[in-house]
């Protein structure tokens, strides 16, 4: 792994634990770098701001997970793999996830996600209806999933992954666009 991106995942890693006992808006990059064990150089080779710190998180995970691709095809988003792959993105990072949503800040961040991917996902969606109303769509499909997956994570995933889609498809099933 380089230099690189070691740092940026210790600067990660450390403002989660940071936020497991103090308030995000309390933390400091002064915190975050003396508990990182970093210069202040350092954060700012990676970051203009703290905000940028999980801003780069959710980007990294959209260009790893090929979850948000353009090229996806519409269907994708209706299927069974979509929900798995996104159980399996909170099961992988539900510790970050967790904390974010505990501080209130998973949510902004998710809108600032949607509203940044939503042109490019659902160029693929021919129904006319969802085409005009795309960010309530996306807001639905991702954030109503998310929902799903952080109570999973509260309540100690007691749920297989598998189970756990099983119950999203069975929810699904009721507002499923039957054109698409």
Not at 112 to 134: A, P, Y
Not at 142 to 152: F, K
Request: with cysteine; hydrophobic share 35%.
């Amino acid at each position: 792994m380089a230099q690189s991106t070691v740092s940026i995942q210790k600067i990660l890693l450390t403002t989660v634990n940071l936020m497991k006992s103090k308030s995000y808006v309390d933390i400091t990059i002064k915190d975050i770098c003396e508990s990182a064990d970093i210069s202040r150089q350092t954060f700012y080779n990676h970051f203009k701001t703290k905000d940028d710190i999980f801003k780069t998180f959710f980007k990294n995970l959209s260009e790893k997970g090929d979850i948000f691709s353009p090229d996806r095809p519409a269907a994708y988003y209706f299927s069974r793999q979509y929900k798995y792959d996104i159980v399996s993105l909170y099961d992988k990072y539900s510790d970050i996830f967790f904390v974010l949503f505990e501080q209130d800040i998973l949510w902004y961040l998710g809108r600032e996600f949607v509203t940044s991917h939503r042109e490019s996902i659902f160029k693929n969606i021919s129904d006319e209806f969802i085409g005009s109303h795309q960010n309530y769509f996306y807001m639905y499909t991702y954030l109503g999933i998310s929902q799903i997956c952080l109570e999973w994570i509260r309540t100690g995933k007691k749920e297989t992954k598998e189970e756990l889609v099983d119950m999203i498809e069975y929810f699904d099933t009721y507002h499923r666009p039957k054109n698409i």
